[in-house]
Each structure stands twice: as structure tokens, then as C-alpha cells.
């Protein structure tokens, strides 16, 4: 049973398309996040989400855009791709807020390729 | 803007060694601390949470330290086995209400 799960695992598009992410928890955790990791290996918060509300958008270009239909999912939009974006994409999941103090649990990644 | 450090960025041991892997983070105000342990091409995993209030969290062969006040964390190995190998990453829960990673301290260890 996959607790926090991506789709897809790769992504390898050309720059200037539009392109999703998925994310999905079966935790039943009220709260979920996107983070990027770049070459570096830095891992950044770039989006959360509380009970389908966004409670956390730090300086992110307003080309990705995360969409949350039910308390479960977290998708993440990105429009005209650029190679900058190319990186691993996180989804996470907590229990309770993102302001509470529990373990965040993370998906597989996302390793995206722009072109 | 909370920074998150950790040192050494790789470490290669023999198995059986114990060892210390470091993190330090400027700004004292945190909620807790997690680390993590990432294999190659898959998520993270949790290993550790230490709340503000306390000072270490142990989980079988790994011990956790929190000094809040001086800006560190240790996370100790002990008996350290091939399986072990991976990349460690702490994080912090800081007065943003985020966590800020390290970028990890990649550990390997030989049979």
C-alpha cells in the first residue's frame, strides 16, 4: 500500500509545453505539499495545502499552479516549461496543519527533464 | 532565512563503524527537527522527529540530538551495515512554519 504516490515517476518534454503532476495520499492527512530539489540536492517548499486550501506559496513563478480537487490529491500544473524547471518534484502529506509539528511523509519524486 | 547545514556532504565507513553525521541550522526558533534518508531515484523517508522541547529521539540503531540553542543536531549510527547507505537529510521546522532542508550528507558504507 503507497502511502504518498506521483505520477509519473519521469517526465521528459520539450521547453515551452504544459505539463501535470499528480499526487495522491491514502493517509487520510489533511495536509499536503510540492517541493522541488534541484541539482544540488537542496530540497524547497514551493506549495501547501490544508483541507484544499493553499496556506503556503513561497516564491514560486506563477507558471505552476497547484490544484487541489479533494483532501486526498494535490496535482501540480506547470505552463511553457523552462529548462530551469528541470528537476525532483516532492509531494508530501501531513497529518493535522502545516502549522501542527507532525512527520511529513514524501512521495517517490518526480524527476522532470526539460529539453 | 533559516539556513541548514550539514557536514561532512559525503561519508564512506567500514561496516560494523558507528558514526556522527551533523546538521546545524542558524536561526534557534524551530518547531522540530526531521531527518530523512533518501535512496537513489525514490522518496524520502523519515527516520527521526525531534519537537523543540526535547533534547534526542532514538529508533533502534539510530539516536537523534537536538541543542536548540546552538544551532545543531547529530544523528549517530551505530553498527553501521551496507543497507545503511544512502543520503541523510535534515530538516528543520522553523518560524516560517516550513521545513528547510540541508542538502544532505551522502553515506556509504563497505562491507
Known amino acids: 500500500d503507497t502511502a504518498v504516490s506521483q505520477t509519473p515517476k519521469y517526465l521528459v518534454t520539450q521547453m515551452g509545453n504544459d505539463k501535470s503532476i499528480k499526487c495522491e495520499q491514502n493517509?487520510?492527512?489533511?495536509?499536503m505539499y510540492w517541493y522541488k530539489q534541484d541539482s544540488k540536492k537542496f530540497l524547497k517548499i514551493m506549495f501547501s495545502y490544508n483541507n484544499k486550501e493553499l496556506i503556503i506559496n513561497e516564491t514560486v513563478p506563477n507558471r505552476f499552479s497547484p490544484k487541489s480537487p479533494d483532501k486526498a490529491h494535490l496535482n501540480l500544473h506547470i505552463n511553457s516549461l523552462e529548462l530551469g524547471d528541470s528537476a525532483v518534484y516532492f509531494c508530501?502529506?501531513?497529518?493535522?496543519?502545516?502549522?501542527?509539528?507532525?512527520?511529513?511523509?514524501f512521495g517517490p519524486g518526480t524527476r522532470l527533464t526539460v529539453l | 532565512k533559516q539556513e541548514v547545514t550539514q557536514i561532512p556532504a559525503a561519508l564512506s565507513v567500514p561496516e560494523g563503524e558507528n558514526l556522527v553525521l551533523n546538521c546545524s541550522f542558524t536561526d534557534s526558533a524551530i518547531y522540530n527537527l526531521q531527518w530523512f534518508r533518501q535512496d537513489p531515484g525514490k522518496g524520502l523517508t523519515s527516520l527521526l522527529l525531534?519537537?523543540?522541547?526535547?533534547r534526542e529521539q532514538t529508533s533502534g540503531r539510530l539516536n537523534a540530538s537536538l541543542d536548540k540553542s546552538s544551532g545543531r543536531s547529530t544523528l549517530y549510527i551505530a553498527a553501521s551495515q551496507p543497507g545503511d547507505s544512502a543520503t541523510y537529510l535534515c530538516a528543520v521546522r522553523g518560524s516560517a512554519r516550513q521545513l528547510t532542508f540541508g542538502s544532505g550528507t551522502q553515506l556509504t558504507v563497505l562491507p
Open positions: 525531534i519537537q523543540s522541547s526535547q
Open positions: 508530501a502529506s501531513s497529518h493535522r496543519g502545516a502549522l501542527d509539528t507532525d512527520t511529513q511523509y
Open positions: 493517509l487520510g492527512h489533511d495536509t
